[in-house]
């Protein structure tokens, strides 16, 4: 089973509105050049068509971005970005679910979906290390939610944090990350995150999903 992203299928709306407010601006633009009664809406016009060009960036990239973010198979997760994957096994999933932070008194669900493992050596060997440094780039805004006012957070570049004791024999980008899943792992409860943005439909029918394929890939295994 394939899930194309969310974001994917957002991204023609936000060029065509990004190409409708660039045209109109511009035909703004030209009126109020020509008519200086109209002077005063040259700011507005201008910021406009600014908005315009980022909308039609971002519409852009969305477009250009891989069709299918997920594949869903009998062996297991299977995770594509512009920059290679990784495979996660049924075998080595613990739990599946929403994470959540305390805000005072009650409890925040993040935008993202949540898998606990069991191991996460497939994990790590399946994946490239671009895969690996693209990952570790787009977790940082975990960081900030699982501690804001922690000096870690400031030190996210090298991903080295002290009271991570993790046994492992891995180097490099590798080791930077097993430490980020382990960081993660002890705050959120849970080793790798998918962000809402991934996904095709609400994120409970998601992990809905991905549960009901654990368990029929296990019992035909």
Known sequence: ML??????RNGITVTIIAALLIFSSI???????????N???????????????????V???K????????SLTKEGIHYFTSRGGFTILWEDIQRIDIPKINEGLEL????????????REHLI????????SHMLLEQRALIMLTAPNSPLYGNADNMLYPDVKVTHNYRGLQAMFINRMQYLHNTLGYD???????????PTEFVQLLREFKTDCSRSL
Do not use: M, Q, W
């Not at 477009?63 to 997920?70: A, C, E, K, P, T």
């Not at 993040?110 to 493992?117: M, S």
């Not at 790798?192 to 609400?202: E, K």
């Open 3 to 8: 899930i194309r992203p969310i974001a994917k």
């Open 27 to 37: 035909i703004s633009l030209l009126t109020t050049s020509a008519d200086t009664g």
């Open 39 to 57: 002077y005063l809406y040259f700011p507005l016009a201008a910021g406009a068509l600014i908005i315009g060009i980022c909308l039609l960036i």
């Open 59 to 61: 519409g852009i990239v």
């Open 63 to 70: 477009i250009n971005d891989l069709y299918y973010r997920f």
């Open 108 to 119: 925040k669900e993040l935008p993202y979906i949540g898998i606990r493992l069991k191991h």
């Open 125 to 132: 060997n399946s994946a490239s290390l671009p895969t690996l």
């Open 192 to 202: 790798i995150y998918f962000p809402n943005d991934d996904l095709d439909r609400a």
